[in-house]
T-cell receptor
Framework: EAGVTQFPSHSVIEKGQTVTLRCDPI?????LYWYRRVMGKEIKFLLH????????ESGMPNNRFLAERTGGTYSTLKVQPAELEDSGVYFC??????????????FGPGTRLTVL | GESVGLHLPTLSVQEGDNSIINCAYS??????FIWYKQESGKGPQFIID?????DKRQGQRVTVLLNKTVKHLSLQIAATQPGDSAVYFC??????????FGPGTRLSVLP
């Protein structure tokens, strides 16, 4: 079974530019999460999709961040315009609501974003 | 990197006992390690971290031990409580690289 994949693995952009991160969850997983780890700090929750709907976006830092999950499959996280403090590692995770094991989230490897 | 969590071992402990959760990491060059707690329906929560220049670090009721010789990390929880029931996983970071998360261990606290 393929795991959660994220693209790109690394992105280096200049302040003011736009970057779009992509996450492909495990096939069949209805829950999709975005997290980020800013340098030196712990991983923090950004938002949670259930299928194509935003279940919880309380962790989104500001309106420069836009997440979408059209069709309830893959998701994109766009940062526009990027600021220096956006640098960090962005993680995506997915889970299946119908799992008898509970809401265990499977994480992707992350996208390392560097804003110069 | 690969996603993790496909095979989840379970640890059951009695309330009040100490818990020890183990993690084997893969990259001898990793220099930063974190333990996360994931409760049902919630995202991962940071518990404690340790850098590779340390062998032990203590927090409130938790202790992390790092054995670089055998690439082993452990999380000790003292006086385990029902609220400690969750999935725990470790993560390793090699400077400049992405995180690699461990497979996770489900901790069940028995009354």
């Amino acid at each position: 079974e393929a795991g959660v994949t994220q693209f790109p693995s690394h992105s280096v952009i200049e302040k003011g530019q736009t970057v779009t991160l992509r996450c492909d969850p495990i096939s069949g997983h209805d829950n999709l999460y975005w997290y980020r780890r800013v340098m030196g700090k712990e991983i923090k929750f950004l938002l949670h999709f259930v299928k194509e709907s935003k279940q919880d976006e309380s962790g989104m830092p500001n309106n420069r961040f836009l997440a979408e999950r059209t069709g309830g499959t893959y998701s994109t996280l766009k940062v526009q315009p990027a600021e220096l403090e956006d640098s960090g590692v962005y993680f995506c995770a997915s889970s299946f609501s119908g799992s008898y094991l509970g809401n265990e989230q499977f994480f992707g490897p992350g996208t390392r974003l560097t804003v110069l | 990197g690969e996603s993790v969590g496909l095979h989840l071992p379970t640890l059951s402990v009695q309330e009040g006992d100490n818990s020890i959760i183990n993690c084997a990491y893969s990259n001898s060059a990793s220099d930063y390690f974190i333990w996360y707690k994931q409760e049902s329906g919630k995202g991962p929560q940071f518990i404690i971290d340790i850098r590779s220049n340390m062998d032990k670090r203590q927090g409130q009721r938790v202790t992390v031990l790092l054995n670089k010789t055998v690439k082993h990390l452990s999380l000790q929880i003292a006086a385990t409580q029902p609220g400690d029931s969750a999935v725990y996983f470790c993560a390793e970071e090699n400077y400049g690289q992405n995180f690699v998360f461990g497979p996770g261990t489900r901790l069940s606290v028995l009354p």
